[in-house]
């Protein structure tokens, strides 16, 4: 009877190790993939307003995209925002991709679709752009006159968590200028103060840090 209850434990210790090994593995599976975040607001509440630009621009669209391959570049959704400018015709935009983690933004941000935007060498960055605060995980921002023949063209692309921000303006339309590039930078400053002043999600599990 003794050997028969020794027997028993040892099976269930068997099951326990085996189960913990399992728990273990997915741990570390989960860890390599990314655990699926859930927002813990909604991505639109973090897009640029009409406000947050110098005057003369207008908002021209804005919109949301979910479960469209050919349009979230592998996001959970993506939020956007298009504005335009008169006379000169010209037009700026911001884009904001939610992936399901952090290491998906990463990858995306490194080897996707942004990965060389900007980053070519005739993308310049001008002084005023040297100087901006930007507490992102990862950044990049140039210009150039050479994407469109008549055009001075802006653009900013960084990291924050699991998200992606993409944000384009014309600077200037054959010499005539829209807006400086100091602006351009102020509306980065505010972009990255909008995406770090955004609720993240906290672990249940985490004690109250007022406590």
């Known amino acids: 009877m003794k050997h028969k209850i020794l027997r028993q434990k040892e099976g269930m210790n068997r099951q326990v190790y085996a189960l913990l090994l399992l728990t273990i593995g997915l741990g570390l599976i989960g860890c390599y993939l990314g655990i699926p975040t859930t927002p813990a607001m909604d991505t639109a509440t973090l897009l640029l307003e009409v406000t947050d630009l110098p005057s003369g621009w207008t908002v021209r669209e804005s919109g949301r995209y979910r479960n469209n391959p050919n349009l979230t570049e592998g996001a959970e959704e993506v939020v956007f925002v298009s504005f335009r400018f008169a006379d000169p ?20 941000y490194g080897h996707g679709t942004f990965s060389y935007w900007p980053g070519e060498d005739w993308w310049q960055v001008p002084q005023e752009l040297q100087q901006i605060d ?28 699991e998200y992606l921000v993409h944000f384009s303006a014309t600077i200037a339309v054959d010499g005539q200028e829209v807006m400086t590039v100091a602006e351009f930078a102020s509306i980065l400053e505010k972009i990255d103060q909008k995406m770090v002043n955004r609720e993240i999600p906290r672990d249940p599990n985490d004690s109250d840090p007022g406590q």
């Open 89 to 108: 015709e010209a037009s700026s935009g911001e884009s904001i991709y939610r992936y399901h983690s952090d290491g998906r933004a990463a990858w995306e």
């Open 134 to 161: 930007i507490t992102a995980n990862q950044w990049r921002v140039g210009c150039t006159d050479r994407w469109f023949s008549n055009e001075m063209f802006c653009s900013f692309v960084a990291q924050y968590g």
